[in-house]
């Protein structure tokens, strides 16, 4: 599977903005899908992830929990990450990332497959 993202931007504090992945090839409902970011020296941290079919069960890091939500329609081969209340800690390369038949999971190893990032920058 080939992932590509967009959606970044710059953003306020407080604003909200709309990421999305969109995928090649067949299958994407057996994908478990995630999204990453990287931060200008940082590591690579987990954001969230929604686990493959048609179960909705998704995941989210402490700092983004009741702001992000993660989203899938197997339909459009998309994941989305709908981002509100964003934070100056929040700007970041996001990375979506896939799965095939696997619950997900918050480890970069969990993925095989990535995109490219998409680079979300919030002004104070």
């Known amino acids: 599977v080939q992932l590509q993202a967009s959606g970044g931007g710059l953003v306020q504090a407080g604003g909200s903005l709309r990421l999305s992945c969109a995928a090649s090839?067949?299958?994407?409902?057996?994908?478990?899908l995630g999204w990453f970011r990287q931060a200008p020296g940082k590591e690579r941290e987990f954001v969230a992830t929604i686990r493959w079919r048609n179960d909705v069960t998704t995941w989210y890091a402490d700092p983004v929990k009741g702001r992000f939500t993660i989203s899938r329609d197997n339909a459009k081969n998309t994941v989305t990450l709908q981002m509100n209340s964003l934070k100056p800690e929040d700007a970041a390369d996001y990375y979506c990332?896939?799965?095939?038949?696997?619950?997900?999971?918050?480890?970069?190893?969990?993925?095989?497959?990535w995109g490219q990032g998409t680079l979300v920058t919030v002004s104070s």
């Open positions: 090839g067949r299958s994407f409902s057996t994908y478990s």
């Open positions: 990332a896939a799965s095939r038949f696997a619950a997900g999971g918050s480890g970069l190893n969990d993925y095989p497959y």
